[in-house]
């Protein structure tokens, strides 16, 4: 007995479209994406030019509260790793603390980044300051010292800002009746979290200025 099959017909394939961007297009959603962390960078990079430039000119002592925020090697000499830390360490969790502060006003949305930018202008000063002093000895230092805690530092400050700023502006707008997204309870909860994860980028970079430090900047006492 012969077997009958009858071939049924397919349904056929949708069409699928494929949307192709332009660079131009494709540029767009990249800062539309990317739009906050690429201003705080720029006002981190900003306020590191305007710190070492100004740091460098002749006659620049550092003082006051830069002597406070920077670390330079004659103010770590004779100081043991657990000092260290607690020096590096400190510094960072101000500034990481004065964000959450920041982020709980509607000023913060200016602050932030202004505080983001007073950052970097310290470690432009610490720069231009090492330079400035000991030429080519401190920008040594700088590089091989300095260099990997600030740049962890940096991203730390820079990640959380964006959460600060959204935080803040979240406020502004429950000031004025309107909501943006999910609940403020929501946003704050994924403020604390986020400060946690910076926090956490915040104790590796201290430990980074600390290892570095020991190994290698102890031979700059003479800086």
């Known amino acids: ?8 017909p397919q349904p056929a394939p949708e069409e699928t479209q494929t949307i192709r961007l332009s660079p131009i297009q494709r540029l767009g959603g990249s800062v539309r994406r990317y739009g906050v962390a690429i201003t705080i960078t720029l006002f981190l990079l900003s306020g590191l030019v305007f710190g070492a430039v100004r740091s460098s ?7 006051g509260v830069d002597r406070f925020l920077i670390m330079l090697p004659e103010t770590l000499e004779g100081k043991t790793p657990v000092m260290v830390f607690a020096d590096s ?5 101000l500034f990481a603390a004065a964000l959450c502060f920041l982020a709980l006003t509607p000023s913060g949305i200016a602050a932030v980044p202004a505080l983001v930018f007073f950052k970097g202008y310290e470690l432009g000063v610490m720069c231009g300051a090492l330079c400035s002093v000991s030429g080519f000895t401190g920008l040594a230092y700088y590089i091989s010292v300095v ?3 600030a740049f962890l530092s940096s991203l ?4 959380f800002s964006q959460y600060c700023i959204e935080f803040s502006f979240s406020i502004l707008l429950a000031i004025f ?5 999910c609940s ?3 946003k704050l909860r994924g403020l604390v979290l986020n400060g946690s994860y910076s926090l956490i980028m915040l104790v590796f970079a201290s430990l980074t200025d600390t290892l570095l430090y020991n190994m290698i900047g102890r031979l700059f006492v003479s800086l």
């Open 89 to 93: 360490f400190s510094v960072s969790f």
């Open 156 to 159: 730390a400050v820079i990640y």
């Open 177 to 181: 009746g309107h909501s943006f997204g």
């Open 184 to 186: 403020l309870r929501e």
């Open 147 to 149: 260099f990997a805690g």
């Open 1 to 8: 007995m012969k077997s009958i099959v009858i071939a049924l």
């Open 57 to 63: 000119r002749t006659g620049f002592s550092v003082s």
